[in-house]
């Protein structure tokens, strides 16, 4: 059964710094993953999808990566702004229509 | 492109009431699901339609909770009748493809936030 995990479960940094959220997950044999955020209240927008042949995807300050064989992706925020202050949640597609959510990243940047 | 559009955002109701959720899908976009949000559980998939046929309701809770997709432009969930426990936020999200190993980007829409007293 895939599991997903996100750590940290919430990350305060100074505004300017360079960060990375991490999601791990169990099996490898995935479709793809995709990276949301989510402001309070709201839904979820979708930042980057990441197919199973791929290695990273970038957009704008953002960049994400994905290494199957160590169940790992990365998320990385180049100069982080307040504005990117959210809740960060990645999606493993683990079949046709079966995606498993992480429990997300709290991130705070701070003016 | 408005995205997908679900209404009503906000629902408070009492225990016992029946509670009708709407989606309208982006247009082209032959995949739907709805989730649950919920602080403990996070996001769970109550059902899966593919070209407005249901292909995996599994995790519909309880009899109490129904989905239709009766065009390719609108869908409903309909709970009744509704109990506090339900009080979660509801989400639809659509896909452009479907099946495929390739698999499409998800699009969620802004949630209807449902309150059971």
């Known amino acids: 059964k895939q599991e997903v995990t996100q750590i940290p479960a919430a990350l305060s940094v100074p505004e300017g710094e360079n960060l990375v959220l991490n999601c791990s997950f169990t099996d490898s044999a995935i479709y793809n993953l995709q990276w949301f955020r989510q402001d309070p209240g709201k839904g979820l927008t979708s930042l980057l999808l990441?197919?199973?042949?791929?290695r990273e995807q970038t957009s704008g300050r953002l960049n994400a990566s994905l290494d199957k064989s160590s169940g790992r992706s990365t998320l990385y925020i180049a100069a982080s702004q307040p504005g990117d202050s959210a809740t960060y949640l990645c999606a493993v597609g683990s079949g046709t229509y079966k995606y498993i959510f992480g429990t997300g990243t709290r991130l705070k940047v701070l003016a | 492109d408005a995205g997908v559009i679900q209404s009503p955002r906000h629902e408070v109701t009492e225990m016992g009431q029946e509670v009708t959720l709407r989606c309208k899908p982006i247009s082209g976009h032959n995949s739907l699901f709805w989730y649950r949000q919920t602080m403990m559980r996070g996001l769970e998939l109550l059902i899966y339609?593919?070209?407005?046929?249901?292909?995996?309701d599994s995790g519909m809770p309880e009899d109490r909770f129904s989905a239709k997709m009766p065009n390719a432009s609108f869908s409903t969930l309909k709970i009744q009748p509704s109990e506090p426990r339900d009080s979660a936020v509801y989400f639809c999200?659509?896909?452009?493809?479907?099946?495929?190993?390739?698999?499409?980007?998800?699009?969620f829409g802004e949630g209807s936030r449902l309150t059971v007293l």
């Open positions: 999200a659509t896909r452009p493809t479907s099946g495929r190993k390739s698999g499409g980007e998800l699009f």
């Open positions: 339609f593919n070209n407005n046929v249901p292909i995996d």
């Open positions: 990441i197919q199973s042949s791929q």
